[in-house]
């Protein structure tokens, strides 16, 4: 299977979003993996989370890409967490990727 492409976009179980960096950077910095919910990569395919605590592992499920829900999750976050701030209107995929609040920045 091919390996996501970065920045990858992840949820928690409280639909929190967060832009990460690339897989790894994703992988070092998520601690447990039963609270991941969603994620994708900067292409909208699914990604899956397997392993133990602390040692997390990031793949890409082999899922068809799903812009429509990857843009669906972030307007969700923006309503329940980012409340008066709207999310990025731009139509391409790659600019409405590039326009997500990163990690660490």
């Known amino acids: 299977m091919d390996t996501p492409i ?3 976009i992840i949820f928690d179980d409280d639909f929190y979003m967060y832009v990460l960096r690339d897989r790894a950077s994703a992988e070092a910095w998520w601690e447990m993996p039963d609270e ?5 990569d900067a292409l909208a ?5 397997t392993g133990e605590p602390h040692q997390v592992r990031l793949e ?6 799903d812009e429509a829900e990857l843009r669906r999750l972030v307007a969700g976050h923006y309503r329940r967490h980012l409340r008066g701030q709207e999310p990025p209107r731009t139509s391409s995929l790659s600019d409405f990727v590039a326009a997500l ?5």
């Open 36 to 40: 991941f919910t969603h994620g994708f």
């Open 45 to 49: 395919r699914p990604l899956g989370m």
């Open 6 to 8: 970065g920045p990858v």
């Open 60 to 65: 890409l499920t082999g899922g068809a890409a």
């Open 101 to 105: 609040p990163r990690e660490g920045r």
